[in-house]
């Protein structure tokens, strides 16, 4: 039998209300008391035969759409046989900072740089981005993309962050102006690494979108949910995200199946470094998703969810992948493979 372990603030009397468990968790037996452990109230859920809510929201939203891997993992971690897993807010908070390719997060002791994600259109590439990457293919171009072309990829997460309930994420301020709420409630310094790393987010989150971008942060997945379904239409929608076999940097090559889905527009939605799941979702045109299928030089697969943008004048002109294709912004189209955390939306 699998076990939750959930791991809250005590101090923090809304979530920990008489009241407040059967309505965010309706369908789950309230757990036994299990004792503190380093102030935090220790609780152990057994996942039963009731799926969490935001599983059950899926479901009725999106019954014909199988849910990816990323958003599995997103709202829950791997659970071993027999074992739990914590999931910590507050005190003891476990942020993913690592520096890899695929995806630029920041070691603790690091300063975080303003632009997290080399896929951020608005900024200019830094020193470390142009160093950090020397073999790794982040971007390439669309009409490089086909059977036989070899590129050397290393798949990564973002983070473990896992998604709070619907009713908890939209009761935490997610705003520049609250910040110091925000590091309170979370237990973390002010001056520390985390701390600028959530600043950080947040900007980004609030920053205006370049010209054509809608976009939104999405602190719970039925936010995500919403905010994807609303742009694409109802006349159904297909989620996807990368799964790689080998999470070690390896050089592939592109096989047959190359598959392009939905038409010249999409949701892409990029986990981002945040104690909880935060997705930064934008709908912008003129993009094209493709899923690519992979095999590396030890024979394991990979299906890769590579993105590209047939319109990139409004890029930054020095952005990363501008100096890394040796082309400028509008000449020609340019892709990335994502992240496995990511999450790419698409009309069917």
């Not at 039998?1 to 920990?16: G, N, T």
């Not at 799964?243 to 070690?248: D, G, M, W, Y």
Request: aromatic letters at 8%; charged letters at 20%; one cysteine or more.
């Amino acid at each position: 039998m699998k076990l939750w372990q959930l791991v809250v603030v005590e101090s923090r009397a809304s979530l920990r209300s008489e009241l407040y468990w059967p309505l965010v968790l309706p369908n789950t037996p309230k757990p036994k008391f299990c004792g503190f452990s380093g102030g935090l109230l220790q609780l152990t859920l057994t996942a039963g035969d009731a799926d969490l809510p935001s599983e059950v929201y899926w479901s009725s939203v999106l019954p014909n759409t199988p849910m990816p891997q990323a958003v599995k993992n997103s709202l829950r971690p791997d659970l071993l046989e027999d074992q739990s897993t914590p999931v910590e807010i507050g005190k003891g908070t476990s942020m993913g900072f690592s520096k890899e390719g695929g995806a630029m997060n920041m070691y603790a002791g690091v300063k975080p740089a303003k632009a997290a994600m080399p896929f951020s259109y608005h900024y200019a590439a830094t020193k470390d981005q142009l160093h950090a990457y020397p073999n790794v293919a982040i971007f390439f171009l669309e009409k490089d993309m086909h059977p036989g072309m070899k590129l050397t990829l290393h798949f990564t997460k973002t983070t473990n962050a896992t998604f709070l309930p619907h009713q908890v994420a939209n009761s935490l301020p997610f705003s520049s102006d609250k910040l110091a709420e925000i590091l309170d409630q979370l237990s973390i310094k002010p001056e520390s690494v985390e701390a600028e790393t959530i600043k950080n987010t947040i900007e980004e989150c609030e920053d205006p979108g370049i010209k054509g971008e809608e976009k939104y942060c999405a602190t719970s997945l039925e936010s995500m949910i919403d905010f994807s379904t609303s742009k694409l239409g109802n006349k159904g929608v297909k989620a996807v995200s990368t799964e790689a076999e080998n999470k070690s940097q390896m050089k592939y090559r592109i096989a047959a199946g190359l598959e392009k889905m939905g038409g010249d527009f999409s949701v892409v939605c990029h986990k981002m470094n945040y104690p909880y799941a935060v997705f930064y979702c934008h709908k912008i045109q003129a993009t094209r998703a493709y899923m690519v299928p992979l095999v590396g030089r030890d024979g394991t697969k990979a299906k890769a969810v590579a993105v590209c943008h047939a319109n990139t004048m409004e890029w930054n002109p020095n952005h990363l992948a501008f100096q890394l294709l040796k082309v400028k912004p509008g000449t020609a189209p340019i892709c990335h493979f994502l992240p496995e955390d990511h999450v790419v939306w698409v009309a069917k």
